[in-house]
């Protein structure tokens, strides 16, 4: 009887320890997906983020060469001015010259 009741239990031990090995492969499986998919997502974030340093780059170039071309075009606008300005006076001169020999 003692015999039967330690081969029982040998049994049970044995179908515990498979379900055991079992529960951890299957934990292992999942694991690995998991991992898997968490380094996708870290390669597709990596790239996201490359792409977004690139563009963020050329934005900020295009920000330089456009605010390169508004100061010159200020500088022109100002030596337009400038000129106007000038012409003008001399314009006023030669009115004034002109009202003064009438």
């Known amino acids: 009887m003692a015999y039967m009741k330690e081969k ?12 055991e090995s079992n529960n951890v492969a299957k934990v292992q499986a999942e694991s690995k997906k998991t991992a898997e998919r ?10 996201t983020i490359q792409q977004l340093e690139r563009a963020l780059t050329a ?3 295009l920000q330089s060469e456009l605010k390169q071309t508004n100061i010159g075009n200020e500088e022109q606008l100002r030596a337009r001015l400038k000129e106007n300005e000038e012409l003008e006076a001399k ?12």
Request: no cysteine; hydrophobic share 20%; proline share 0%.
């Open 91 to 102: 314009l006023r001169d030669l009115s004034r010259q002109l009202t003064k020999k009438d």
């Open 59 to 61: 934005q900020l170039n």
């Open 8 to 19: 029982h239990d040998n049994e049970l031990t044995k179908k515990a320890s498979e379900q």
């Open 38 to 47: 968490f380094e996708t997502k870290l390669r597709e974030s990596h790239k």
